[in-house]
């Protein structure tokens, strides 16, 4: 099983307002998407993906698999809690034995 860093990266915050007006006018970031429920910008190294949530989550670095359903089974195995799923999106958010949270999302998938 491989994974592979792909340059995303999310956070969960309660008001996408606040968060727009920091991210884009404080800190200059670049808006490339926004919907009611998230905010994408692009920051120059990294793409930053602002999700609209009912709690704070920490910053979540995404891992791309080719396999999600496989990476799914793999994690599980090694005893990794699967905290949130999104099977349409061949995408989930996994805690790691540490405690960290990561974000996985099948890279051939749209």
């Known amino acids: 099983m491989q994974f592979v860093s792909?340059?995303?990266?999310?956070?969960h915050v309660t008001d996408l307002?606040?968060?727009r007006d920091f991210y884009r006018?404080?800190?200059?970031?670049r808006l490339i998407v926004e919907s009611a429920d998230q905010l994408v910008f692009e920051t120059g190294r990294f793409?930053?993906?602002?999700?609209?949530d009912d709690h704070v989550?920490?910053?979540v670095p995404a891992l791309e698999v080719e396999d999600y359903e496989a990476a799914k089974?793999?994690?599980?195995?090694l005893g990794c809690e699967i905290?949130?799923?999104?099977p349409n999106s061949?995408?989930?958010?996994?805690?790691?034995?540490l405690g960290q949270l990561i974000d996985i999302k099948e890279s051939n998938w749209m």
């Not at 006018?25 to 970031?29: P, T």
């Not at 793409?47 to 609209?52: D, F, G, P």
């Not at 905290?83 to 999104?86: H, K, L, M, Q, T």
């Open 90 to 97: 061949r995408a989930l958010y996994f805690r790691d034995p």
């Open 73 to 77: 089974e793999f994690l599980t195995g």
């Open 83 to 86: 905290v949130r799923e999104w």
């Open 25 to 29: 006018d404080q800190l200059g970031f």
């Open 6 to 11: 792909n340059g995303l990266f999310a956070i």
């Open 57 to 59: 989550l920490p910053f």
């Open 47 to 52: 793409r930053l993906y602002v999700n609209r």
């Open 17 to 19: 307002a606040k968060a």
